[in-house]
């Protein structure tokens, strides 16, 4: 079922893509801000959709304030322009200590301490404004089905048969931990709870998943393999999405320095073009990164507190695209199907599945997540999620590119894709490819990254 279509176009250019532009800091209009005043019935559409808590009509009431304040203010500095046009004449003409002098003088401080006070209180209300602004979340495309649960979420297709066992299918923590390759008592030694220790066969297997990974998105799919940080910037996290509504769910250093351990490698690879101006000659342009990622995961979750599901640390294969916004969907689509050429290069069975308005990511515009199943868990698990942000990240994070020199620049639109988590894909694998005796047989397609392709207890 299902044979990969759509990861083959060009990804020439990566070099010297795009030209620095003098460093700004984030834009906070995450959305058209058109929409804001010309649309706010859609704008509100929207937020119930997404079943999101910004209070919009708190956002417009500060807009007004914020603007009324303004138009004091010019008002106010047009006054004193005229008063000190007039004060200046008069010492021209020698009179500046004339009683009309003095009297300008002191309404031109009276002007100035009011202008002080407004500028105050322009300043709150902007600061009010940029922060509700910079928590709305993007404008779902129009194929995106409303909903207010994964329940809403909409199966697109699936490819694969799921194993049928003559015996009854193990978890992958109970496998993992028989064949002494997966040690969480001795993880949580080290760091606490939900992290996760591969050793033997275990840890090279992990290896190997990534290697795998990386070298089809590099060979098949015509990605540039990127090495990045794995810290990033506030101003990084802002452009990407993760601030300010999550700074909660990230790990951080402690100030100075104040950088966030980076969630997902998405964050560095779209931060890479951050604040340039790309040549649109060389759109698509293409990366692919393994790093580490970092979540905080709270509260329980049932079976998913054990094993691989939920970890604060946990290993990522990660696809970022930059296209321009005609090509957004069609990027979407071949975004999605690379992360299903390792699914379906590894004999998963899985089912893709269009997330709802309120199961998608405040950046996101429209996703698609890969569920892979799980037969010792008797579930199907995300292993893959892959979006379209269309303009969101880009508004930002000042990502823009122009169709030719002569032309205007536009926001580009940045897409991000699993390719995919290796530490799920690495328990997938387990309960999939178990055997009676408690080994595991693993496919073929590894070979060349592991000699030994069965596990068994040492």
């Known amino acids: 079922m299902g044979r990969t279509q759509g990861c083959q176009r060009s990804a020439a250019g990566h070099g010297g893509a795009g030209k620095r532009a003098t460093r700004t800091p984030p834009s906070r209009s995450v959305i058209d801000p058109k929409l804001i005043r010309e649309e706010p019935d859609l704008v509100r559409k929207v937020l119930i959709d997404r079943n999101s808590p910004v209070d919009f009509d708190a956002l417009l009431k500060t807009d007004e304030v914020r603007r009324a304040i303004q138009t004091k203010v010019d008002g106010l500095r047009a006054e004193k322009n005229k008063s000190a046009e007039a004060f200046g004449k008069m010492k021209r003409e020698g009179k500046g200590d004339s009683p009309e002098a003095v009297a300008l003088m002191k309404s031109m401080k009276e002007l100035d301490a ?217 990027a979407q689509e071949e975004i999605t199907r690379c992360a299903e050429a390792v699914l379906q290069a590894l004999g998963l069975p899985y089912r893709v599945m269009l997330l709802c308005t309120s199961a998608m990511s405040q950046a996101s515009a429209r996703t698609c997540d890969l569920e892979v199943w799980f037969p010792g868990m008797n579930s199907w698990q995300e292993i893959a999620s892959c979006s379209t942000c269309t303009d969101y990240q880009a508004r930002r994070g000042q990502i823009r590119f122009r169709r030719d020199k002569s032309g205007k620049t536009e926001l580009v639109h940045t897409l991000n894709g699993s390719g995919v988590a290796v530490g799920r894909t690495f328990a997938a694998m387990l309960e999939n490819y178990q055997n009676e005796d408690g080994s595991i047989t693993l496919p073929e397609v590894l070979k060349p990254f592991m000699a030994e392709l069965t596990i068994r207890k040492t």
Not at 138 to 156: A, F, M, Q, R, W
Not at 205 to 212: D, G, K, P, T, Y
Not at 290 to 309: D, M, N, Q, V
Request: charged share 30%.
């Open 114 to 330: 009011g202008m002080g006070s407004l500028e105050k209180e322009r300043t709150e209300a902007e600061a009010k404004y940029d922060d509700i602004l910079a928590r709305l979340p993007n404008i779902p495309h129009e194929s995106v089905p409303v909903g207010k649960s994964d329940n809403d979420n909409k199966e697109l297709r699936k490819w694969g048969e799921p194993r049928k066992f003559p015996f009854k299918a193990k978890t992958h923590w109970d496998i993992g931990e028989a064949l002494e390759i997966l040690d969480f008592p001795r993880a949580a030694n080290v760091a606490g709870g939900r992290f996760s220790l591969f050793r033997g066969a275990g840890a090279i297997l992990e290896r190997a998943l990534i290697n795998f990974m990386l070298n089809l998105h590099r060979t098949k799919h015509g990605y540039t393999e990127v090495s990045p940080p794995f810290l990033a910037l506030p101003d990084s996290m802002f452009c990407t999405g993760q601030l300010p509504n999550f700074d909660e769910d990230m790990f951080k250093t402690r100030e100075p320095d104040s950088l966030y351990l980076i969630p997902t490698a998405e964050v560095s690879l779209v931060n890479i073009h951050r604040g340039e101006i790309l040549d649109g000659a060389k759109l698509p342009i293409k990366y692919v990164a393994y790093t580490p990622s970092f979540r905080r995961e709270a509260g329980t979750y049932g079976k998913e507190t054990r094993g691989l599901i939920r970890q604060h640390q946990f290993d990522k294969v990660e696809q970022v695209q930059f296209v321009k916004p005609e090509d957004s969907m069609t």
